[in-house]
């Protein structure tokens, strides 16, 4: 038998709140946080943070000089890792890996550094090391004072619950005892969203839930972005008074047909479940927290894959997506967050414009999971 990892916190940054309460009660509120959002001479739906959340961003430039040219994705990735450290209760001086990754990176930054050269030819002195994948976790650990492994990576869309697959790895195989996992994104520029609606997956809806997550009558693909940060602190052992563990953890990849295709049935999350679940009976398991991105294919797949595992003895079904969008890299840590508050309040948080879906049975066993382009996908099963 495998042993237990236990997530002794979490912690976000998006625009869900930027503490524990903030985010549930924000959960209970049945509203999409999707607006429009204006960019260059395109308005667009999307999930930016609030007013007050991007001055905390301008006040962590402020005070401290070395963050002033950091991009979005890497501050956020600081904010989150701050709160999941204060509430583990680790300390300066204990050494703890950090895996922290992005499907974007610092995409901003980018954009601006490769606009400036494409005018005169030339770059700044930072556009180099501003812009690296491996900001991310380099930064934290630097705001941290941490002086375990430091390790950033990029997997699309389920990045982040890579992460959690590290993580796991490294406290099983006893090269630590603590890791910091995560996941952050800052997609909301205008090269970023002109790549998803050349794809034309992207919504153009004007509803109030612009992002049509596991809606399987749709005829439209309705995918929204959203932005933010989330990481979570992993201990060996089944620690008390955790938030949750760590029951199972699944991988797979399939054959692409085309750089972004997944099968009908998408094979890969088949295998990922199956995998997670190998020394549990699906009848365990109460919700499914989907990946969802709110396309056609992508809600279908999944479903079919969810099918193909549970029969007709379906759990229960939810995504986060109608209400944050999607948040690529960053969006399966903050699908595990959405699960460990379920698990927590025993409570769940259905779709607002499904058929409601009801269990009088308490919440025990969740299964999260991810997937991106490339055919990859992880799962991840908690308890309490």
């Known amino acids: 038998m495998l042993t237990t990892v236990s997530i002794v916190s979490i912690s976000s940054f998006s625009p869900l709140g930027t503490n524990a309460q903030q985010v549930w009660d924000n959960y209970l509120d049945s509203a999409s946080l999707i607006s429009d959002l204006k960019l260059d001479s395109k308005t667009v739906p999307a999930v930016s943070l609030t007013a007050e959340q991007k001055q905390l961003v301008e006040d962590l430039k402020n005070a401290d000089s070395r963050y002033a040219g950091l991009d979005n994705s890497v501050l956020y990735a600081l904010l989150a890792s701050r709160g999941a450290v ?20 610092a995409t901003d930054l980018f954009e601006k550094h490769y606009s400036e050269f494409l005018e005169t030819g030339k770059t700044g002195v930072q556009a180099s090391p501003a812009t690296t994948l491996g900001n991310i976790s380099s930064w934290v650990a630097q705001d941290l004072k941490s002086t375990g492994p430091e390790i950033s990576h990029s997997i699309t869309c389920s990045t982040a619950l890579h992460a959690l697959l590290n993580g796991v790895a490294w406290l099983r195989a006893g090269m630590a005892q603590k890791f910091l996992v995560g996941g952050s994104e800052a997609p909301l520029t205008p090269f970023t969203i002109a790549q998803m609606q050349a794809m034309k997956i992207y919504s153009s809806f004007g509803t109030d839930y612009p992002c049509r997550a596991l809606d399987l009558d749709k005829k439209v693909n309705t995918m929204v972005l959203g932005e933010g940060a989330a990481s979570a602190c992993l201990e060996l052992g089944r620690v008390p008074n955790a938030l949750a563990y760590i029951e199972g953890i699944g991988y797979a990849t399939e054959t692409l047909k085309h750089s972004v295709s997944i099968s009908n049935d998408a094979e890969c999350m088949r295998k990922s479940m199956q995998m997670a679940l190998q020394n549990t009976s699906p009848h365990e398991v109460d919700v499914v927290v989907m990946h969802a991105p709110g396309t056609i294919k992508g809600d279908s797949s999944e479903y079919a894959a969810i099918k193909n595992i549970f029969g007709d003895n379906l759990p229960l079904l939810t995504t986060n997506k109608w209400k944050i969008g999607h948040t690529f890299g960053a969006s399966g840590l903050l699908s595990l967050e959405f699960a460990v508050q379920m698990l927590q309040h025993n409570h769940f948080i259905d779709i607002p414009y499904r058929t409601a879906q009801k269990s009088d049975k308490p919440l025990k066993k969740i299964l999260i999971n991810a997937v991106g382009f490339g055919g990859n996908a992880v799962s991840i099963l908690i308890s309490k």
Do not use: H, K, L
């Open 86 to 105: 204060a509430q583990a209760g680790w300390t300066e001086g204990d050494v703890f890996g950090i895996n922290i990754g992005s499907s974007r990176g």
